[in-house]
Structure formats: structure tokens, C-alpha cells
């Protein structure tokens, strides 16, 4: 027992983060630390978004209102649309996901707490620089879609559009990041026994999620950063008169805006998926069938985005096939609608505050879903389009799909964070205050669209059938204010008033309330063994059985003698389980390090077999300077000051740098661990290093994702058989053979240090890099020789711009290369595994197949 | 039974031996047998193909025991998969697929998502390789040994990335108009085009199934090579569907003879490769991942589900959620202009509302009842599972039923669709070009321009061609049809048909600035005598005032800035920045739609407009008090 206490003392102080105030602030990673100031952030703008809401309300109650004037109204309702999108419901769920999808997978932290807490900071410095805008009376006017060419130089001059531009693009950069971190997290640190079919269905959630964001962000990221070049550099891209198109704006902009709902709503469904349950206090039904509707919704999210534009005039035919793929989602989602009445059937649940939210989404998310289907239909939705009916729709959908559930979220798991309880009579009038209210502000608006009221007017005239309804709808959105309010209070008060609240008050069965509530810093103790989809269900299911320092067991049972279990037949038994010998090392390893190591369990993707230990770093002011180096860039771009650019590029790629390279604490640690994992050295690759690979991974898919937005709009703008005059293919032919031959020659040097010869590896090394050097050089010879500038036209602004990112990729990926050379020359990569070159490697052989492609489409397909 | 341990070692490239046969070797013949043998190859070599198949799969069968050595289901595939490549290389397809794009592209798609992955799972090279005596049989496996030459270039060539870049570089290069070019008009590049599809196509499906040997594809990683190869298709195919323009000149040319238009068929085909092959890759893609999932929980020791009994909580009143909502609503529905049409597309469009409000009032009240049966019903049968048990029950209620309600909505709304887009010969075309906030109104056949009000003809089409001068608008006329935007740079077609005479609104949809919400037109609709009549008479420019108090409106009209922005027909005035002001006192608007004309809003207007219409373009007036009185004096007989 002394021997546990004090394992637990060291852990305490390992990861209890610093005392002194200023590095309290700024220094912390620990994703309940990070996880909690995302989601009290996100609520802030939440608050923020309802009022600026409330102030156009106020203006439409009456006919031909002056309260407020067009201007202001049009600023109103472009920053609530972008607040509640992008600084409130999406930030929102990724602290929830940061906070929980560790805790209900057994993990200690995220994958990368420095990514986390960078996230966090330029999320939050977007956010300001976002809002800073009314401080400099240049605000956003142009809505949250900010349609080419209204948002482009000629109409809207001056800097509102860049600070929506700008602000946005530092909050896209935030859900890449968290976006390719919760996949990690969730793929690489679960629990041991936790294979993916025993996932909490939440962590599916947010792991469909976070494969959505990673992608739709970056292709968001791409659209602005057109539109910026467009309205800073002079570029063309969305401009007919100079071969530009407005659509292909709105074409990016809905190919994320589209999937953008499914990130906001799948993570819902994944709340009500874990509420439903618990309540029921039965496992969620058809478990796979949700799994697999929760995929369709966020694979088919991807193909919907043209039912945004069924009014733009495209091919009516193609159109009509978009209705037919908005259909596919109804399937996806009814499924999960009967596999939750299912799985509440004749359980008679405890209507507790966060059921009421679940049912309350039901009710309204089904009204969102039907009107949702009828303006899937072409016909029908050239008449809703634009009008009320659809910011009714949306409401429905948004509010009553997302926010409700995202309130009995945070009732639901409150206890967990604060270890208090929130107060049911409380909570339960705020929920009835706020279902009742919504229905009255948003039900009128579907009869306000029908009688033909388009949506973002600022005024409507009298007699024209609409000011009972508008008042109607004023009347329920200051009742719905007067809810959250109530909701907030409810919080408030519980910090502090609220009944303690236990262990596990809800007695669910997921892992995160294995733990005291308030968790521990280290989250978990030792590593939970599961070996059911509701561990916690399971009768006699005990917490750790590693080293027989046995404590977790939960002595509670779901109403006793009401509840029979029946443990399933035992044949098999042992077979895919957690191998007890590894196990045990592994939690060896996890106690080796001396204070202040920060170490956690990685098992595999599929089965959760222990792979290996995986080093978390501790608090460090990195992230904050890197995103202040960053958010120097964006507020330069802002500006238009050069000098203040570089400054922050400088930062940002000396702090990136410093906080890739290795310390000497975290060599010692991965070769230590990896001593014991592996006492006689026969892996050749221990598992922990599939954190990183995976991390390598989501950065290569991330940057390729960019190069085919670019290049798709590049072929939208150019069509298919290119520019008339092809540009001149010799020099970059020489160039991109010379980064094929690299590539290999990298192949060749990795390998065969994978065999362990090192005695090519510097030479072919530093030759594959001598040629990277070389395609930057003869490349941007080849630019510099051309006969147009970028500013010509929309075939020369597309062309370059691919060209600029190549360029751009090929330097990372040299600088990389540069990094494996000096650990190995400096022998950082003896005694441990070549990992950091592995990464830079799969990383150079994408960057490699990227300019190929590019070198094809702007240099080859003319030719034909 | 160890010999088919070795074959199922060797990997055969069947397909591509295959379609060398059916094409065989055309380039050394004379030219006017060509076509002739080459119509005629295909089926003779298939059916010989099909014969030999059978047999080997008999002799297997025979050898082996029946459905072993080829189960009886990879045997089928195979005939099938035989089948589909003789209805995909002759047959009407062939014929069509030189005249129609969207032919053509079906010909591709059954070559490469039917023969080729049937094919591949009736591996007919193994029953060919039964028709050989034992001793040949093995020399031929030798051939494809592990450590053979050939045997390492298909390891290598069947490798999930080498095989999924193969087939998709070459589905991307052959879409290039210069690669498709030339396979359309040269015989022996169609060829070598099918041959390197089915190829590939083999090639990928064999990499996904691996029907024989060990398989090296992860199941997790299956479902994610599907879900890309539907994502990188459907680029393709979005791509080929919203072109503006046809890729391929050939089909153009062709489209004259055929009557079909190339665009059309374009899309049609672009279609073709979106949805049927991604429907395809995603449904295999679903059951992929499901199997893997179930494999997963097989293999793990301790079953994750466990049997419960529901827990006997006390009673709780049952409660029904009133749609109190709903019913005030239909009292609003009434009145709408979306749901009053007032001519046959809004018509058509109503009735699908009122249809699909029915059914989607139906099927909530069916999901209501069931949750808060599922919720409150005090004795639950069947140890509380659903009724036709919990699998059916979702699969019915998620899946089936909503398939059965939306197919025929799907068809609906296409039929509607289709039937709202009709060129007509009778029809009158009025071009519509969006301001900020104004609306230009041209009608070309005579050379009117007119601003922020249509005159439309009762009872007969009008084309309405729309383009913008600024920033993207949207045309909304709710009683007539639905939207349709003004895009800068492009011209959009819209049909609007009034059944009956009278004044309709319209107005901008579309986000458009500052003064989006007052920026609004009339169209009146008129007998078609009336139209004439008012048509010609805008033809003919307005005669000099003879008023003397008129004419003095005229200098103050013509000797301020008003000129810079404003036309007026017959005089020097022709600026173009604001509404053409020729006829403005026949107009029943000021400002779009902001305020009605007369002579007093009329003045504020010229005075300060931006009091009325705040952030319009119009800047303020200064003029003296006579002077203003002269100038509305002059509008108001702008007749």
C-alpha cells in the first residue's frame, strides 16, 4: 500500500502542472486543462453570437424598424453565423473531444498536448483578432459565406472581408490540428482490450469527426487563403473578367461547408449515443449499424455540397443527383434514430436533465430532418432557398441537433470536470424554458420563408403578412436568451453549491468515470484493462490487474437485483486479449522514468494490444509562441506591414523547430522504455513510435489535400486541356526527375539502415537532399523565366499559386531532411528507433508524388 | 488437392489475356475486313472463353468433388462476369458508344465495375488451367512461382498502392480530350483503351478481393482504398457532369447528326461515372468495414454484449408532445405566396410541398409515438425489445422506410425538375441583368430597356435570361417559379409563365450588399394584345416636350449629374450606372421596390435618397427649390 501511495505521489507531481501564476496561463498542455478552456471559450462566443442574434431580432420585430441600420445589420448577422460556426459549436466539441476522448479510452492526455495547447491559442488569438474588428469599425459584412464577388476587393474595399479572412483562417488552422490529433488519440491510445469494436461510441464519433475536419478545414484553409491572395496580392481567381469564376468560391466554400454540419452533428449523435444508454442502462443497439451510419453520414457529408448551390444555375440533372445523395443521409440518420428508440425500449429511463436534452433533440432534430429532405429536392428548394424556411431549417437542425445535445453534454459530464452535480429543478426548467422558447422563435420563421421573406434583409415592409410572425419570433428568441441564462447560472451555482458527485453518478459504463471526479491529473493510474464495450457494467470488473496493484473496482451494480448480467460463452477465451507478460512490461515501462517523465500506453489501431509507451511532454511555453508567431503573420497579413510577417514567420519556425527536436530527457526516456518493452531488442519497431508515424501520416494527408483543392481549382478555372499556350516543360522535367531520384535514393538510405547499414546513409542522404535543393533552384529559375505574372489571369494566378505550394512543400521537406541528417551525423538515432527519419522520409515521398502530379497537370496535360 | 494450393499461389493475369483475344491483333489486316472480323471477335472468342470455362470448371469439379477447386459461386461469377464483357464490347452499346458520350461511358463502366471484378472472383485462368494434363498444369504454375521473375512483378503490380495508381492513372489519362480523341478515331487505340481498363480494373478488384493466396490487404484498410477510389471518381465525375463546355469535339460533331445535345449527354455520362460507381464502391465499402468490424469483435475472447433484463421502475405518466405549433401554422400556409401560385411551375412545386409536409407530418408523428412509446409504455413484452425485434426494427424503420418514402420523391422532384426547364418556340426572352440594388430589364427583340418592373404576356413562356454587373443576385418571383441566381459572367435561363393577368412580386434572394432587403421588382402580367401594345409603344422614342415648363425640367435635368448616371431616350442623357429613367413616371416604384411613385417620394428621392434607401448608390441632390419643382415636373410626364 506505502508502495502505491507513493507511485501515486510521483505521478501527481509528474503531472500536476506548474504552481507559478504566469506559467499556470500560458504553459499548461494537459488536455483537461486545454479541453476546459476550449469549451468555456467556446461558450463565451456562444454567448456573444446569441446576443449579437438577439440585437437582430430586436430590429425585425416590427416592419421597417431604424433600430438598427442596413450596415450594422449585415455586420450582425456575418459575425453571429461565423461565430456560432466557427468560434463557437466547433471549438466547443473539439474541448469536449480534447477533455473526453482521452478520459473514455483510459488515455492520459492527447496525442500531442503541444498541438493542443498550440490549438487552443490560435483559436483564441483568431477569435480576438475576429472580434477586434468592431474596435477599428472595419466589420465583417459580407455573411458567413461570404460569397465571391461581394467579399472580393471591389465591393467589399477596405479590411472587414481580410479580418474575416484572417481570424477564420487561424481557427481553420486550430481544427486541422485538432481534427488530426483526436483520430491519433483515438486509433493509437486506448485502453489495453480495447479494440476499436469496444470504442465508446463517442470517440467513433469524434474520430469520424476529426477525419471530417482534417479534411474540410483544409480545404476551407485553401478558399481563404485564394480569396486572401485575390484581395491582397492582386491575384484572380473569382473575377469573370479576368477568366475567374465566382462559383468555384462557392464551390470550395460548401465542399467544406457542407461536411462542416456532419462535424458539428455526428459528435452530437455521438453525446446521445453515450446519454441514451446510461439512462437506459442498457448497451447501445445494432452498436455496429450506428458505427457504419455514423461513417456513411461523414464519407456522404463529402458529396452533398452541391444542394447549397441548386439555384446557381448548374445542370439541373446534376443537381437532381445531389438530391438523391441528401437522401442518403436521411437513411443514415433514421438508423440511428430507431437504434436509440430501440435501445430505449421498455427501459422506462430516468428522465433526468440530460435525457430531457436528448429527447428534446429528437423532437426537433426530426423537424429539421424532414424540412431537410424537402429542400433536398431541386424544385422545391429554388423556392426555399434563401428564404426563412431554410434559416429555420438550419436553426432546427443546428440548434436543436447540436446545441441541445451539446447542453446535456455538459450537464451530463459536468459532475465529471468539476466533481460537482448540477441541479436538476434548475436544469429542468432551463430545458423547458429553452425547448418551449426555440420552437416559438424558429417554428414561425418556416411560415415567414413560405410567404416569400428572403433571408439577411435587414427591414421588410408592413402589410405584407410577416410582422405577427417576426414578432412571434422576437417574443421566443429573448425567452430562449432568458434559457441560457439560466443554463449558465445552473453551472455557475454547481461549482460551488452542487452535491458532490461521486465516482460515477450517472452509473454509466464507459471508462471515463472509472476515476474520482474530478479526475487526477494523471487521469489514470495504471492502465484499465477492458475487456467489454461498458466496462464499468461489468460485474466485477476491476480497474488495473497489472503488477496486483489492484484498485479501480467499482462496488456499485446498476439497480442490484433488477439487473442480471450473463457473461457470454467463454470459447476463445485468451485469444485476442491483452497478452498479460506485455502488460506487465509495459506498465514497467510507464513507472521507469524518473519525475517528470509523462508516459502513456499505445496499442494497436483494430485489437488494443499493448504496442509500446509513448512520452507526453510536459508544460512548456512553446505553443503559445508559436501561435503568437503565427498570429503575428495573420495580423501582418492583416495589416499589410512586411517586416511584422517575417518577424512572426521567424518565430513560429524557430519555436516549430525547437519543439520537433527531441530532448535529451525524451531520447532517454523512448530508449529506456523501449529497453523494457523489448528486453531483447527483437521488434524492430516498437509500438510508440506509431504516434508519431500516424501524426506524419495526417500531416502528409493534410498537405495533400491542399495540393489537389489547388489543383482541382486550377483545372475548374482551366478546364481540362489547359491554357492555350503550355508553358515551357524542359527546366521543370529536369527538376522533378532530380526529386524522383532523390526519393529513391532515400528509399535506398532508409532502408537500409532498417537492415542496420549506416554506411550509405549520409551520402545518400545528403544527395537526396542536395536535390531537393536543386528542384527549388531550377524551379523557381523556371518561374522567374516565364513571360506572365500572376496577376495576368485567373490560368496564371492558379498556376502560380500550385507552383508557390510545391515550392513551399518541397522547403519543408528539405528542412526536414536537413534534421534526420543532423541526429544521425550527430547519433541521436542510434539506440533508439530511426523514427524521426522514418516520418521525414514519408513525408518526402509524399512531397515528392505531390510535385510529380503538379508537374503532370501544369506541364504535361497542356502538351496533349 | 496440393496443386491448387500452388495455383492459388500463382496469380494469373487473366483479363488482359482475355481482352487480347477479343480484339486480337487488328493492325495486320486489310483494312475493309477490319471491321467485319473485329464486329464478329469479340463474340466468338467469348463463347469459345465461356465453353472452355465450363469445361474446366466440370473437369475441376469432376476431379475435386463438386463446387471444390471452384466453389460454385466464384464458377457463376464468372460466367457472369463473361457475360457482361460480351454485352459490354457488342451489342448496342458498342454501336452507340461512338455516337454518345454517355454510352460510351456505360460501356466502360460495365467493362471495369462488372466483367472486370466478376471476372476476377470466377478466376477463370484456374479453370482453363484444369483443361491442361497434370504435367503441363505444373509447368505452368512453375511460371508463376514466389520467387519467378513473373510471380515478383505481380506481387509487386497487385501491391494496394502500385495497383490502385494504376488503375487510376489510367481512368484519369484516359479521360484526357486528346488520350479519348484519339481512341475515338483511331480503331487500334480503342482497343489498347478497353484493354487497359479491364486490365487495371482487374487489377484493382483483384487487389480488394485477392481471391486467391494470402491476403495482404488489411480489412480495415479495404473499406478506406473503396471510400477514396469512390472519392477520387466522383471528382472525376463532378468534373466531367458541371462543365460548362463539352471535353470531347468528337461527340460535338457527332451531336448534329444525332439531335442529342453534347452537353447533355455529357452530363449524363458524367453522372453515369459518379453515382452508379460510387454507390457501388461505398455499399461494398459498408459491408467491408461491418465484416471487419464483426471479425474484430469474433476474434476477441470476451463477447461485448450482454443480456439484460429491463429494470422495473415505477410507472411514469405518459405524455404527448401537442403540436399546438403545427395547427397554427396551417393558418400562415394559407396565406403564402410560395404555396398561392400563380402560374404552372410554382403550381407544381406547391403540390410536391403540400405532399411532402404530409408525409413528413406522418412520419414525425410515427417517430414521436414510437419514442415515447418506447419511453412510457407501462408493460413492455418481450423482455423490453422492440417489436419485430431490435435488428429489423431499425433496419425497417431507418433504412426501409425511409427508402420507400424517398424513391418516389426522388422521382417526383426529378420529373418536376425536368419539366421546368422546356424550350419552347413560342416563348418571349427578356433579359434581366442585377445591380446593386436594381434590377435592368432589356427585352432584345425590339431594343427596350426598362428597370426594376417585367411586363410579361399571360398564358405564354418567358425566357428569362439572367446575368449580373456586379456582385451574384438572385431572382425570386415566389408565385411564379423559384430562384434562379445572376451570376456575374455567366447568363442563366429562367422560365416563368403567369397563368393569369395581374401584378407579382419578386425580389433579390441572394445576398447582395447593403441594400439587399430593398431591392425588389414588379412583373405585370398582361393580355398579350395589352403586351404588344405596350411593347411597341416603348419602341418608339419619346417626342420633345412642348410644355415650356416641362422643357425648363429638361435643362435642369439634362445640366445636372444626373446624366452621368441615367438614359433617357431622346436626349443626351445615357448613363449607365442607374436605371433607365425613359419612361419613369409609368413605373409603380421608386428605389427597387422601396417606396411608391409619386411626386413627393419622388422629390425625397432626388433630394436624398440615401434617407429612404440608405447606402444606395445615388448620391444626394443640391437643388434649388425651383428647380427641383421644374425636374419632377419633367419626370412625372416621362410617360
Given at each position: ?424 429543478t434548475l436544469g429542468k426548467i432551463a430545458f423547458w424554458i429553452v425547448f418551449v422558447s426555440f420552437n ?42 432568458v434559457g441560457v441564462l439560466l443554463f449558465v447560472i445552473d453551472v455557475v451555482l454547481s461549482l460551488r ?368 | ?151 515478383r512483378g505481380w506481387r509487386l503490380v497487385i501491391h494496394p498502392v502500385a495497383a490502385w495508381l494504376i ?473
Open positions: 500500500m506505502t508502495s502505491r501511495s507513493r507511485a501515486v505521489e510521483l505521478l501527481h507531481r509528474t503531472w500536476s502542472g506548474p504552481t507559478n501564476p504566469f506559467a499556470r496561463v500560458f504553459m499548461p498542455v494537459n488536455n483537461k486543462i486545454v479541453g476546459v478552456r476550449f469549451m468555456v471559450t467556446a461558450f463565451i462566443f456562444f454567448v456573444i453570437g446569441g446576443v449579437l442574434a438577439l440585437l437582430m431580432r430586436t430590429q425585425l420585430a416590427v416592419p421597417e424598424n431604424d433600430f438598427l441600420d442596413p450596415e450594422l445589420y449585415n455586420q450582425l448577422f456575418t459575425m453571429h453565423g461565423s461565430t456560432m460556426m466557427f468560434l463557437f459549436v466547433v471549438p466547443f466539441i473539439e474541448g469536449l473531444g480534447i477533455y473526453f476522448v482521452p478520459a473514455m479510452i483510459g488515455a492520459r492526455d492527447m496525442a500531442y498536448p503541444r498541438l493542443t495547447a498550440f490549438g487552443y491559442w490560435i483559436y483564441l488569438f483568431g477569435g480576438l483578432l475576429f472580434y477586434s474588428s468592431f474596435f477599428v469599425g472595419q466589420v465583417p459584412d459580407t455573411g458567413w459565406f461570404a460569397y465571391t464577388p461581394l467579399s472580393g476587393k471591389e465591393f467589399s474595399p477596405g479590411i472587414a472581408q481580410d479580418f474575416w479572412l484572417i481570424g477564420l483562417s487561424l481557427t481553420e488552422l486550430s481544427g486541422i490540428g485538432a481534427g488530426a490529433e483526436l483520430v491519433v488519440t483515438a486509433l493509437k491510445l486506448r485502453a489495453p482490450g480495447m479494440s476499436i469494436t469496444r470504442m465508446p461510441i463517442f470517440v467513433w464519433s469524434m474520430l469520424v469527426t476529426g477525419f471530417a475536419m482534417t479534411f474540410a478545414f483544409t480545404v476551407l484553409f485553401v478558399a481563404t487563403l485564394l480569396l486572401e491572395l485575390e484581395r491582397t496580392f492582386g491575384m484572380t481567381f473569382f473575377n469573370p473578367e479576368s477568366g475567374g469564376s465566382p462559383i468555384l468560391w462557392q464551390h470550395l466554400f460548401w465542399i467544406f461547408g457542407h461536411p462542416e454540419v456532419y462535424i458539428m452533428f455526428i459528435p452530437a449523435t455521438g453525446i446521445v449515443s453515450t446519454i441514451v444508454p446510461t439512462f437506459a442502462r442498457r448497451p447501445l443497439a445494432l452498436y455496429r449499424l450506428v458505427i457504419l451510419a455514423l461513417l456513411v453520414t461523414g464519407f456522404v457529408s463529402f458529396g452533398l455540397w452541391v444542394h447549397h448551390m441548386f439555384t446557381t444555375g448548374l445542370p439541373e440533372l446534376a443537381a437532381s443527383f445531389f438530391t438523391a445523395t441528401s437522401f442518403m443521409i436521411a437513411l443514415a440518420t433514421g438508423t440511428q434514430i430507431f437504434a436509440w428508440i430501440a435501445t430505449l425500449w421498455g427501459t422506462r429511463p430516468r428522465l433526468t436533465v440530460p435525457m430531457l436534452y436528448v429527447l428534446g433533440f429528437v423532437v426537433i432534430f426530426m423537424l429539421g430532418g424532414v424540412t431537410g429532405v424537402m429542400i433536398a429536392s431541386v424544385p422545391f428548394d429554388w423556392q426555399a432557398h434563401d428564404s426563412f424556411f431554410i434559416v429555420a431549417h438550419f436553426h432546427y437542425v443546428l440548434v436543436g441537433g447540436v446545441v441541445l445535445p451539446l447542453l446535456g453534454a455538459i450537464h451530463y459530464w459536468m459532475p465529471k470536470i468539476s466533481g460537482r452535480m448540477m441541479n436538476e416559438v422563435a424558429f417554428f414561425p420563421m418556416h411560415i415567414m420563408g413560405l410567404l416569400a421573406m428572403p433571408r439577411r434583409i435587414y427591414t421588410y415592409q408592413e402589410g405584407t403578412g410577416l410582422d405577427g410572425y417576426n414578432l412571434l419570433s422576437t417574443i421566443g428568441s429573448y425567452a430562449l436568451g453549491f452542487g452535491a458532490p458527485a461521486g465516482r460515477n453518478p450517472w452509473q454509466a459504463g464507459t471508462l471515463e468515470w472509472a476515476g474520482s471526479s474530478p479526475p487526477p491529473s494523471f487521469s489514470v493510474e495504471t492502465p484499465l484493462i477492458v475487456r467489454h464495450r461498458e466496462p464499468l457494467w461489468i460485474d466485477g470488473w476491476t480497474g488495473g490487474t497489472i503488477d496486483g496493484r489492484t484498485d479501480g473496482r467499482t462496488d456499485w451494480r446498476a439497480d442490484g437485483q433488477d439487473v442480471e448480467w450473463s457473461e457470454g460463452p467463454q470459447e476463445g477465451q485468451g485469444r485476442r486479449e491483452p497478452d498479460e507478460e506485455q502488460l506487465v512490461n509495459a506498465a514497467r515501462a510507464l513507472d521507469a522514468g524518473p519525475e517528470g517523465w509523462r508516459a502513456g500506453l499505445v496499442t494497436s489501431s483494430f485489437g488494443g494490444e499493448p504496442r509500446g509507451v509513448h512520452f507526453y511532454p510536459g508544460p512548456t511555453l512553446q505553443p503559445f509562441i508559436a501561435a503568437l508567431g503565427v498570429s503575428l503573420v495573420a495580423l501582418a497579413l492583416l495589416l499589410k506591414i512586411g517586416w511584422l510577417g517575417i518577424a512572426g514567420l521567424v518565430i513560429a519556425a524557430v519555436t516549430f523547430g525547437m519543439w520537433l527536436w527531441p530532448t535529451a530527457n525524451e531520447r532517454d526516456f523512448v530508449w529506456r522504455s523501449n529497453r523494457l518493452l523489448d528486453p531483447n531488442g527483437k521488434d524492430p519497431s516498437p509500438g510508440g513510435a506509431e504516434v508519431g508515424a500516424f501524426g506524419a501520416a495526417m500531416f502528409c494527408v493534410v498537405v495533400s489535400t491542399i495540393l489537389v483543392v489547388l489543383l482541382f481549382s486550377y483545372l475548374y478555372l482551366v478546364g481540362p486541356a489547359g491554357p492555350p499556350q503550355a508553358p515551357s516543360w524542359l527546366l521543370p522535367a529536369v527538376a522533378a526527375s532530380g526529386l524522383v531520384i532523390g526519393a529513391i535514393l532515400t528509399a535506398l538510405a532508409v532502408g537500409r539502415l532498417r537492415r542496420g547499414d549506416s554506411g550509405l546513409f549520409v551520402p545518400f542522404l545528403s544527395l537526396s537532399l542536395l536535390l531537393g535543393l536543386a528542384f527549388l533552384a531550377v524551379q523557381g529559375y523556371s518561374l522567374l523565366q516565364l513571360d506572365f505574372s500572376p496577376t495576368l489571369n485567373a490560368y496564371a494566378s492558379a498556376f502560380y499559386t500550385v507552383n508557390g505550394f510545391v515550392l513551399l512543400i518541397v522547403t519543408i521537406g528539405v528542412a526536414l531532411l536537413v534534421a534526420a541528417l543532423l541526429r544521425h551525423v550527430r547519433g541521436l538515432l542510434e539506440g533508439a528507433l530511426p523514427t524521426p527519419l522514418l516520418n521525414a522520409a514519408l513525408y518526402w515521398y509524399t512531397v515528392v508524388a505531390l510535385a510529380v502530379l503538379s508537374f503532370v497537370v501544369l506541364y504535361l496535360v497542356p502538351l496533349l | 488437392m496440393t496443386s491448387a494450393q500452388q495455383l492459388l499461389e500463382a496469380s494469373p493475369l487473366q483479363t488482359a489475356t482475355l481482352d487480347s483475344l477479343l480484339h486480337g491483333v487488328p493492325g495486320g489486316l486489310p483494312p475493309e475486313l477490319l471491321p467485319g472480323l473485329l464486329s464478329a471477335l469479340p463474340m466468338v472468342a467469348l463463347s469459345l472463353l465461356g465453353v472452355l470455362y465450363i469445361l474446366g470448371v466440370a473437369r475441376a469439379w469432376r476431379k475435386a468433388g463438386w463446387g471444390r477447386g471452384i466453389s460454385v459461386g466464384r464458377a457463376s461469377a464468372g460466367l457472369l462476369g463473361l457475360m457482361a464483357l460480351g454485352a459490354a464490347l457488342s451489342g448496342p452499346l458498342e454501336a452507340l458508344a461512338v455516337l454518345l458520350f454517355s454510352a460510351h461511358m456505360a460501356q466502360h463502366l460495365l467493362l471495369s465495375l462488372v466483367a472486370a471484378p466478376l471476372l476476377v472472383l470466377g478466376v477463370p485462368l484456374l479453370a482453363l488451367l484444369w483443361l491442361l494434363p497434370p504435367r503441363f498444369r505444373r509447368t505452368a504454375v512453375k511460371g508463376w512461382r514466389r520467387s519467378g521473375p513473373i510471380g488503375f487510376v492513372v489510367i481512368l484519369w489519362a484516359w479521360h484526357l480530350p486528346a488520350a479519348y480523341g484519339a481512341a475515338l478515331t483511331s480503331e487500334l487505340v480503342h482497343v489498347l483503351e478497353h484493354l487497359s481498363l479491364l486490365g487495371s480494373a482487374g487489377l484493382f478488384w483483384w487487389m480488394l478481393f485477392q481471391p486467391l493466396g494470402r491476403r495482404r490487404l488489411n480489412r480495415f484498410l479495404a473499406p478506406v482504398v473503396l471510400f477514396v477510389t469512390a472519392l477520387q471518381g466522383g471528382v472525376l465525375g463532378a468534373m466531367i457532369t458541371l462543365a460548362p463546355e463539352p471535353w470531347y469535339g468528337h461527340y460535338e460533331r457527332v451531336a448534329r447528326a444525332t439531335g442529342i445535345s453534347a452537353l447533355a449527354d455529357q452530363q449524363l455520362a458524367g453522372l453515369l461515372m459518379w453515382v452508379p460507381p460510387g454507390a457501388l464502391y461505398l455499399g461494398l465499402a459498408c459491408w467491408m468495414l461491418y465484416r471487419a468490424l464483426a471479425g474484430v469483435d469474433a476474434a476477441m475472447s470476451t463477447p461485448n454484449h450482454q443480456r439484460m433484463a429491463p429494470a422495473g421502475t415505477p410507472y411514469l405518466n405518459s405524455l404527448v408532445m401537442a403540436s399546438a405549433l403545427a395547427i397554427a401554422a396551417t393558418g400562415g400556409f394559407a396565406n403564402a405566396q410560395v404555396l398561392r401560385p400563380a402560374g404552372p411551375a410554382a403550381q407544381g412545386v406547391s403540390e410536391l410541398f403540400w405532399v411532402m409536409l404530409i408525409i413528413a407530418a406522418i412520419v414525425c408523428v410515427l417517430v414521436y409515438a414510437l419514442l415515447f412509446t418506447a419511453i412510457f409504455r407501462r408493460r413492455i413484452p418481450n423482455g423490453g425489445e422492440p417489436p419485430l425485434g431490435t435488428g429489423p426494427f431499425v433496419v425497417l424503420g431507418g433504412i426501409v422506410l425511409p427508402i420507400v418514402i424517398l424513391v418516389p420523391l426522388l422521382f417526383w422532384s426529378l420529373a418536376l425538375t425536368a419539366g421546368m426547364v422546356r424550350p419552347t418556340e413560342d416563348a418571349v426572352t427578356i433579359e434581366v441583368i442585377g445591380h446593386q440594388w436594381w434590377w435592368e430589364v432589356r427585352y432584345p427583340e425590339v431594343g427596350v430597356t426598362d428597370a426594376n418592373e417585367i411586363h410579361i404576356p399571360a398564358g405564354r413562356p418567358v425566357r428569362l435570361q439572367l446575368t449580373s454587373d456586379d456582385v451574384i443576385h438572385s431572382f425570386w418571383a415566389p408565385g411564379l417559379q423559384g430562384k434562379m441566381d445572376l451570376v456575374p459572367g455567366t447568363v442563366n435561363t429562367l422560365w416563368i409563365e403567369a397563368d393569369e393577368t395581374g401584378i407579382h412580386s419578386a425580389k433579390c434572394a441572394e445576398f447582395c450588399g447593403t441594400q439587399h432587403a430593398n431591392m425588389r421588382l414588379l412583373i405585370v402580367s398582361e393580355p398579350q394584345e395589352s403586351f404588344d401594345e405596350w411593347l411597341q409603344s416603348r419602341t418608339v422614342p419619346p417626342q420633345p416636350p412642348l410644355d415650356p415648363l416641362i422643357r425648363e425640367g429638361q435643362q435642369v435635368f439634362l445640366g445636372s449629374a444626373c446624366v452621368y448616371c441615367h438614359t433617357i431616350e431622346g436626349t443626351n442623357a445615357s448613363g449607365r450606372l442607374g436605371p433607365d429613367l425613359t419612361h419613369l413616371a409609368t413605373r409603380m416604384t421608386l428605389g427597387a421596390g422601396t417606396v411608391a411613385n409619386n411626386r413627393g417620394n419622388l422629390g425625397g428621392w432626388i433630394v436624398n435618397s440615401q434617407a429612404i434607401k440608405p447606402g444606395n448608390r445615388m448620391p444626394p441632390m443640391y437643388l434649388e427649390s425651383e428647380d427641383l419643382q421644374v425636374l419632377l415636373a419633367y419626370l412625372e410626364s416621362l410617360e
